[in-house]
Structures are given as C-alpha cells and as structure tokens.
C-alpha cells in the first residue's frame, strides 16, 4: 500500500541546483521518519538528511549541511530535498525512503537520478 515516488532529478552541472520531490501515500504522513538516502555508481547507501513528521526535526549529514535543505507540504503528504552547490562526487540514485519507528528503512521509492558533470 505505501508509495513513495520520486522526482526531479536530472543532468546539472557542479555548483548546480535541483529540487527533488518525493510523493507519499498508503500511510498517514504525519509522525514518520522521511529520508533522503543516495547511492553513488560503485559504492554502497549514504544517508543524507531525515525529517520527522511528527514534529519537523530536520537532521543532515555534515558532507551536505549547509547546501541541502529538507522540507515538507504535510497537505499534500510531499517530501522535498533542495539541493544547492552540488559538486560531481554527489552523481548518485537519490532514494526516498520512510520509517514508521525511526530504527529501520521500512519502505523505499524507486530512486531519481542525479547527475553531475560538466
């Protein structure tokens, strides 16, 4: 029953911009755990940043705080991820995923590519 769709991902070049979104549905959005996890070519799962719904913490890995941004429209159970100043390392699938207790990955979107290169 629960879907997460992303989107926005695309081909940009370092110190780019993109906005990714994520559609949510099949759950009551509110009170989960949302993240923004990515997998570069070659190398394993890198979480990026995390929001609880419940109450709009927000949480950022160091390599990316201060460039990526998460945010929620709660109405219409979307996820974003903002990401500024991307630099050609972050070329990765960009997941969405959810948690219903915060201690696991419970579901997972299909993944929206995004590449950086010159």
């Known amino acids: 029953q629960v879907q997460l769709v992303e989107s926005g991902g695309g081909l940009v070049q370092p110190g780019g911009s993109l906005r990714l979104s994520c559609a949510a549905s099949g759950f009551t959005f509110s009170g989960n755990w949302m993240y923004w996890v990515r997998q570069a070519p070659g190398k394993g799962l890198e979480w990026v940043s995390a929001?609880?719904?419940?109450?709009?913490?927000?949480y950022y890995a160091d390599s990316v705080k201060g460039r990526f941004a998460i945010s929620t429209e709660s109405s219409k159970s979307a996820l974003f991820l903002q990401i500024n100043s991307l630099k050609t390392e972050e070329t990765a699938l960009y997941y969405c995923a959810r948690s219903g207790n915060g201690y696991q990955y419970d579901d997972w979107g299909q993944g929206t590519q995004v590449t950086v290169s010159s």
């Open positions: 929001m609880y719904t419940g109450g709009y913490n927000t």
